[in-house]
């Protein structure tokens, strides 16, 4: 699988398509009451704005010339109603939309993080954490404009339109045909915009998200970018990758703003064209009242032209980011619960591989028809090479990847028929890289089983004869952790991390590296408190370090995705092959240092 670096663009798997609304609408109707209530309210701006042009005209046409102040009265008192109706709708209308759209963007954004929780790694193995991180938060987040605002101005703007359109007719059907004229024209150059600004805005998002990759690599890397003073070259790319956003979200903006301007310079030439033809044509024959009415609902007309225009840029930016957005929801994972999935339990704690082929890619193999059998409660060790793949085992057993042939089996089940969540609750995996989370001790120790008490845990601590590291940090077991540990040596992280995995109980455990940074004494004393611990559970422990698997029942040596050798310590050692070489080598340094 090809890695997706910062400077790789991410190619679009699905353009926009009506399921992508169709699944938008999913998250818009379940909260259609509030849509309905902002609506409502809009509307009711719309009218109250739009019969004050009216009653204007009424004033000036019928009450002034009239002189009839009891009919003015009455003009000026519905002109104040419908202004104090008008500011109440819209204070209450934005409080509405604001809420309207917040709840929206909520629900798709917990349905995409949970989404993101059931993919399987190899999604992530393929693509920068930034570029994950962008649709999460900037993608979901500028959709707000389009929800909050958008939608119900939209419906409000066609709506003010068409009684715009009604006064119009009813004051003067001659200028509104003429005032009509126009509406094919804006529509074609909207038309001729949409075409240069939809392959512009995707490729806006592409840049966006290859600058946030590069930017969240950069914070993850700062230390190893100090050690070898890279920072004037990491400028450079951030020079470039952010001159690339910049050139082209410089080019959106010229084409968004050619959208106003043209609508804007139409509709001041078409009323320009209604007083022209007044005087020439209709000899100054409409009146004042009406010609001044008329233009104030053409202006009317116009604004909803202008807003729907802009609505319409939106909607094109918001297009490309919701592709964006349920191209991650259309990723499925790969591994997943069926039908005839189950709650098994793992009651004795063998663990077979039969004829298990798998690999990260199609090009390579990397385990090659392997076989073994462990028997309940044994401790297996698995040494080896760097990359002769140990942790693909560990990865394989917890099904954090598929085997491509051949079967695992735990107590003769084949894992693939477990529910996935029950075969993890029964096995504890420790990483090879250790991850602790910001937070308490005590918070990343009960991550392994958040039912624990504090009394379970300073328990499992104690008898793993860590408890008094963990007394001698600042606020013993009330630490607090920052995110990244920083302030944790990478041996006190794993010390953390085993008693994280050693709460929950696992029938299996599979430790990798799990001490290799943990010094000889405090893993002599370790060990020591370990012993009974694993004593009814299948251990695998993966490690360079012999010393640290000294208490194995058997040894498999692992090279280049098989199994070298297997056996007891001595039936390896009177061998005389890998395993005796790796053993002697590493005595051999232990005289010396
Ligand atoms: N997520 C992955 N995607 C692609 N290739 C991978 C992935 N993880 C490991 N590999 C490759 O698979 C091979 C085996 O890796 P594995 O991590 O199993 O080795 P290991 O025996 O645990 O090594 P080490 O002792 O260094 O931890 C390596 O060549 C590695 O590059
Ligand atoms: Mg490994």
Known sequence: MAKNKYDVDEVLTKEFHKGHLKQLLKYILPYKKSLFISLFL???????????????????????????????????????????????????????????GQTILTDLRKDLFTHLQSLSPNYYDSRPDGKILIRVVNYINSLSNLLTNGLIDLICDIVTLLISVGFMFYLDIRLTIIALISVPLVITILTIIKKFQRPLTQTLNIKDSNFVAFITEQINGLKVIKAFVTQNRNINIFNKLSTDVVDISLK????????????????????????????????????????????????????????????????????????????????????????DSKDIDINEGSVEFRNVNFSY?????????????????????????????????????????????????????????????????????????????????????????????????????????IHDFILSLKDGYN????????????GQKQLISLARTLIADPKILILDEATSNIDTKTETLLQK?????????????????????????????????????????????????????????????????
């Open 252 to 339: 959106s903006s010229k084409l968004n703003f050619l959208v106003w301007p043209s609508v804007e310079n139409i509709s001041v030439f078409v009323v320009s064209l209604i007083y022209i033809i007044d005087v020439i044509y209709f000899d100054c024959s409409i009146k004042l009242g009406v010609l001044s009415a008329f233009i104030t609902y053409f202006w009317c007309f116009w604004s909803p032209i202008m807003n729907i225009g802009n609505f319409y840029n939106s909607l094109v930016i918001a297009m490309s980011q919701i592709e964006r957005i349920f191209e991650v929801f259309d990723e499925k994972p790969l591994i997943y619960d069926t039908d």
């Open 42 to 100: 809009m509307l009711l701006c719309s009218f109250m704005g739009l019969i004050c042009p009216y009653l204007s005209k009424l004033a000036i046409d019928t009450a002034i010339p009239n002189k009839d102040i009891k009919f003015l009265f009455i003009l000026s008192a519905i002109f104040l109603f419908a202004m104090i109706i008008l500011r109440f709708c819209i204070k209450h209308r934005v409080l509405y939309m604001e809420n309207f």
């Open 479 to 490: 630490t607090v952790i920052n995110e990244g540990a920083s302030e944790l040596s990478l």
């Open 361 to 465: 890619d199609e090009d390579t193999s990397l385990i090659k028809d392997m076989n073994f059998f462990v028997n309940p409660n044994e401790t297996i060790a698995l040494v080896g090479p760097t990359g002769a793949g140990k942790t693909t085992i560990a990865n394989l057993i917890s099904r954090f990847y598929d085997v491509h042939l051949g079967e695992v089996l735990l107590d003769g089940v084949n894992i693939k028929e477990f529910k996935i969540e029950s075969l993890r609750k029964q096995l504890g995996v420790m990483l090879q890289d250790t991850t602790i989370f910001s937070g308490t001790v005590m918070d990343n120790i009960r991550y392994g089983k958040l039912e624990a008490s504090d009394e379970d845990i300073i328990k499992i601590c104690k008898l793993m004869n």
């Open 529 to 593: 408190g370990l012993q009974p611990l694993l004593k009814n559970r299948t251990t695998f422990i993966i490690a360079h370090r012999l010393s640290t698997i000294k208490e194995a029942s058997k040894i498999m040596y692992i090279s280049n995705g098989s199994i070298l050798e297997f056996g007891t310590h001595e039936e390896l050692m009177n061998k005389h092959g890998a395993y005796y070489n790796l053993y002697t080598s590493q005595n051999m340094n232990l005289q010396y240092s």
